[in-house]
């Protein structure tokens, strides 16, 4: 007999048959390493490796998410945090997971994510939750955003320039990092208009004191672009694709202590005004460090 829609599913989260890919977001002056963020997918024992859009409105129908999304946080900080004891030179990085409204909303989500995060001995600041709006970020959704705040997570807002991101909402919550959808990023190559949108965006980040990523990075002239332009971190498949944590952590290991000559990028904080210039804005120090090691493209190539 057929399962049920959603049985499936849940049958995978008991038999452990999620994994956690990591992505490298990297300073696109300096050419370093800042953080990862980890992608959930389904290791399907017929159809292999899934990614979320092959899965996720399913499991948004039968309320799954929420689970989904604890059992991606526990992993994550619980590898990211054996990673750290593992290589000290990594203590700077950021962890990114990303967490839905739905499970924002669920019951006692605060008090849940805090004691992941104690338990799993990853220092709050160094997590940033990646919140995708979809027009839905109610005011109780918000009020869980800033208690996590208050606490020292990060907060970022995900695929931002996509349907359903509000504008108006930044007035009022206060966020540390904006993720610019790779819509935006393609954006760049489209001439005047869509490089007058992607830096009016960059603009606003900047002046609420958001760090700014840009997603889907796939071309050397988008990194050049983005950077000159005071986009500072990006990600994607030029920088750095999604590896297996095995394959992330022995990438990592190339990751030295930071060059006196290479500044890692200041986290902006809480109420910060608006960044000054980037010194590495126009004569960036190139350091030829560790993409090849996270599954790069060479400096001066292109997806085919
Ligand atoms: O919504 P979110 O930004 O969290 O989604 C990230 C997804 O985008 C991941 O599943 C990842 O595999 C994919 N991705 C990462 N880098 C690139 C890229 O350069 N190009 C494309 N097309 N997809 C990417
Ligand atoms: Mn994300």
Redesign the pocket.
């Known amino acids: 007999m057929a399962e049920r829609p959603g049985q499936e599913l849940r049958r995978a989260l008991e038999n452990q048959s999620f994994i956690l ?1 990591f ?1 490298p977001i990297f300073h696109l002056g300096t050419r370093r390493i800042v953080g990862a ?1 980890a ?1 959930l997918r389904w290791s399907h024992p017929r159809r292999g490796c899934l ?3 092959s899965f996720l409105s399913r499991a948004e129908s039968n309320g799954l998410v929420p689970a989904l999304d604890r059992w991606s946080l526990r992993a994550a900080c619980r590898r990211f945090s054996q990673w750290r004891l593992d290589l000290p030179d990594i203590e700077d990085l950021n962890l990114a997971v ?1 967490v839905s409204p739905w499970t924002l909303d669920a019951g006692r989500y605060p008090q849940e994510a805090l004691a992941t995060v104690a338990d799993t001995g990853l220092p709050p600041d160094r997590l940033v939750l ?1 919140v ?1 709006e979809r027009g839905r970020l109610s005011r109780q959704t918000c009020d869980v955003l800033a208690r996590l705040r208050d606490e020292g997570i990060r907060i970022a807002i ?2 931002f320039g996509k349907e359903g991101s509000s504008v108006e909402r930044l007035a009022s919550m206060p966020v540390d990092r904006l ?1 610019l ?2 819509a935006l990023t393609l954006a760049t190559a489209a001439g005047h208009r869509g490089r007058n949108v992607v830096r009016g965006v960059v603009r606003l980040a900047r002046d609420l004191g958001a760090e700014v990523v840009a ?4 071309h050397e002239e988008e990194i050049r672009w983005l950077r000159d332009t005071g986009c500072r971190l990006g ?4 920088c750095g ?2 590896l297996e944590s095995a394959e992330f952590r022995r990438a990592l290991r190339s990751v030295g202590p930071p060059s006196p000559t290479c500044p890692t990028p200041e986290t902006p904080g809480r109420n910060a005004p608006a960044i000054p210039p980037d010194p590495t804005l126009r004569h960036p120090a190139i350091e030829p460090v560790m993409l090849e090691a996270f599954g790069a493209w060479p400096a001066a190539g292109r ?1 085919a």
């Open positions: 890919n992505q963020e992608l990614g979320p859009d990303n990646e995708t995900d695929d993720k959808d790779r997603e889907g990075i796939e990600q994607g498949y030029l694709r999604p997806i």
